[in-house]
């Protein structure tokens, strides 16, 4: 496991992607995941006594496994994005999902498109078939045949494809086009950015509904926050949030990659400060972080905001899965995926490792430290955690 630091880091506030962020658009976007059907806050864990024996103060994970029947948090960021590009390409005005379920009434269906790992073709398929509209999803080589199934029960046509993930995200942008799809792509990159952010703010309600299960106080208490990255949509509409609902002061952001795919953790220490792109088979079991290339605005907001980049292997995701699936005492179990309990493996490394004493002196982790994890998957690849909970 390798930490590299942000020397990049100045004032966060200069980034104009922040300014999507702010708490009205963020309150607006809650307003619309609770109008639609299945939503449910979903649990904030507190492991006291993890926290109590490891030398931290608090210890949260926001379990993302019960969003919307899902077993992970992406459909948050799909139904978003949908319901943005009828309002914003279609013309639509609408107050809320049965709103728009009415605005739709008979229209052609739209087909949407996008490339997965898994959890984000997954969520687009459920907000296309909530809306009766049409889903196309490619997959890389190398997926999991569950995680196929698993889409095309949602409806959508779904396949696994002769390439890694980010040249299946090329592929099927050019598919698109040619087909005249709307694609629905988590990743950003120049002259495709709207549909990317509309995602990103989709997820930030699970940090609005943090703010309200901790309180604004606690809320304001949290000072440290581990993240995942893959293309770092995820990461960055997390730290963007957290800045924001925080009035500027923010918490160290600490974000974790796998060590095959690790693009933020190589492009934080590239000299010129540009991102870098992994290429290869990108080979770890932490299917939704096995990504070779920033997102342009993950990387934005993270160049701009994150305080330090971990890139570890599959062992750091799996003592994660294993210490929330058998947490100490009484603490709650967490059911957490591969992509999900990354951060929280790297950061118990990080505590209980000698060899981390400096770099967790230099976070400030201590008796005194509120870490907030968000545990963004269950146990979307069945198969795979039972046999790491059994090894």
């Given at each position: 496991m390798d930490l590299a630091w942000n020397g990049f880091r100045k004032k966060r506030i200069e980034s104009a992607l922040f300014e999507h962020f702010d708490p009205e658009r963020l309150e607006a976007v809650k307003m619309f995941h609770e109008s639609v059907p299945g939503y449910d806050e979903t649990p904030l864990v507190h492991l006291d006594n993890l926290a109590e024996n490891i030398g931290v103060g608090n210890i949260y994970v926001k379990d993302e496994s019960a969003r919307f029947g899902l077993n992970a948090f992406k459909g948050l960021g799909g139904i978003h994005a949908v319901a943005e590009y009828f309002?914003?390409?279609?013309?639509?005005?609408?107050?809320?999902?049965d709103g728009l379920l009415s605005a739709l009434e008979n229209r052609t269906p739209v087909t949407f498109a996008t490339a997965t790992d898994g959890n984000h073709g997954k969520g687009l398929a459920w907000a296309a078939s909530l809306l009766d509209q049409q889903a196309k999803v490619f997959m890389p080589e190398g997926s999991e045949a569950s995680r196929l199934e698993?889409?095309?029960?949602?409806?959508?046509?779904?396949?696994?494809?002769?390439?890694?993930?980010?040249?299946?995200?090329?592929?099927?942008?050019?598919?698109?086009?040619?087909?005249?799809?709307?694609?629905?792509?988590?990743?950003?990159?120049?002259?495709?950015?709207?549909?990317?952010?509309?995602?990103?703010?989709?997820?930030?309600?699970?940090?609005?509904?943090?703010?309200s299960q901790l309180g604004k106080n606690v809320f304001h208490g949290i000072t440290h926050v581990f993240l995942q990255a893959g293309v770092g949509s995820f990461a960055g509409a997390m730290a963007a949030a957290l800045f924001n609902l925080t009035g500027g002061e923010g918490p160290t952001i600490v974000v974790v990659e796998p060590d095959q795919a690790d693009c933020f953790h190589r492009s934080i220490q590239n000299p010129s400060g540009d991102p870098l792109r992994v290429t290869g088979a990108l080979d770890t079991m932490m299917a939704g972080l096995a990504c070779g290339e920033p997102s342009i605005q993950g990387w934005e907001i993270l160049k701009a905001s994150a305080d330090a980049f971990i890139s570890c292997g599959d062992e750091t995701s799996a003592r994660g899965m294993r210490l929330l699936g058998r947490p100490e005492g009484d603490d709650q179990s967490i059911v957490s995926g591969e992509s999900g309990a990354a951060p929280f493996g790297a950061f118990h490394r990080l505590m209980m490792e000698a060899e981390y004493r400096e770099e967790r002196q230099q976070l400030g982790l201590n008796g005194t430290s509120n870490v907030l994890f968000i545990s963004t998957e269950g146990d979307t690849d069945a198969r795979n955690y039972a046999r790491i909970m059994n090894g």
């Open positions: 309002r914003n390409h279609e013309g639509m005005e609408f107050d809320g999902y698993a889409i095309r029960e949602l409806g959508a046509e779904a396949e696994i494809m002769n390439m890694n993930y980010d040249d299946t995200v090329e592929g099927v942008a050019a598919l698109a086009e040619e087909n005249g799809w709307v694609l629905v792509q988590d990743t950003a990159w120049p002259g495709y950015e709207e549909v990317p952010l509309s995602i990103m703010k989709g997820y930030t309600t699970i940090i609005k509904e943090v703010q």
